[in-house]
């Protein structure tokens, strides 16, 4: 669960949170380490070697939800992050696509994965990255990612920056 726990999606919040990521502060060198809320626990922001990843929309449980129901939480989910990638397009120009399966796969193998893919499957952020960068007067990259980790568990939306190139694995980038 994270802290967008019960809110409906806000496109201009969205919006502003992830452009505001641009001045938000990124740890250089150190260990990954994600935060909760106080009160609940519930993830608020990881931050690493050179990024940081918020959520920015959590849907509803889909405990003993199925199809139809199912299947319109994830077409929700897919929508907020194609409406916000399309907002953010206007801010930076087209997007590009980084797939993770690779990485995935890695990690699934027990092989190593880049410290920011290892962070956003931690989350259970298992979609493909949404790309812009370098953009702001840092140069910094930042990124949108839609998952969820099981049947059960809610679609979550989230933002990263970093201050460095994303990585780009390779297709051949996992053990056959």
């Given at each position: 669960?994270?802290?967008?726990?019960?809110?409906?999606?806000?496109?201009?919040?969205?919006?502003?949170?992830?452009?505001?990521?641009?001045?938000?502060?990124?740890?250089?060198?150190?260990?990954?380490?994600?935060?909760?809320?106080?009160?609940?626990?519930?993830?608020?922001?990881?931050?690493?070697?050179?990024?940081?990843?918020?959520?920015?929309?959590?849907?509803?449980?889909?405990?003993g939800v199925y199809a139809p129901e199912w299947n319109d939480a994830e077409e929700a989910a897919a929508s907020h992050l194609a409406e916000l990638a399309q907002a953010l397009d206007g801010f930076w120009g087209p997007h590009r696509t980084v797939r993770l399966d690779g990485p995935l796969m890695r990690r699934q193998a027990g092989l190593p994965v880049e410290l920011l893919f290892e962070a956003l499957f931690a989350e259970d952020l298992y979609g493909d990255l949404e790309v812009w960068g370098p953009v702001g007067p840092g140069g910094r990259w930042i990124a949108l990612i839609s998952g969820h980790s099981d049947g059960d568990a809610p679609f979550v939306l989230a933002a990263l920056v970093s201050d460095r190139p994303l990585p780009e694995p390779a297709d051949d980038d996992w053990p056959l």
């Open positions: 669960m994270t802290c967008r726990a019960g809110e409906a999606f806000d496109m201009e919040r969205a919006t502003a949170e992830a452009a505001g990521l641009l001045a938000a502060p990124v740890p250089a060198d150190g260990p990954t380490a994600a935060a909760g809320d106080p009160v609940t626990g519930e993830w608020t922001v990881t931050v690493g070697e050179g990024f940081r990843i918020v959520p920015l929309w959590e849907g509803d449980p889909l405990t």
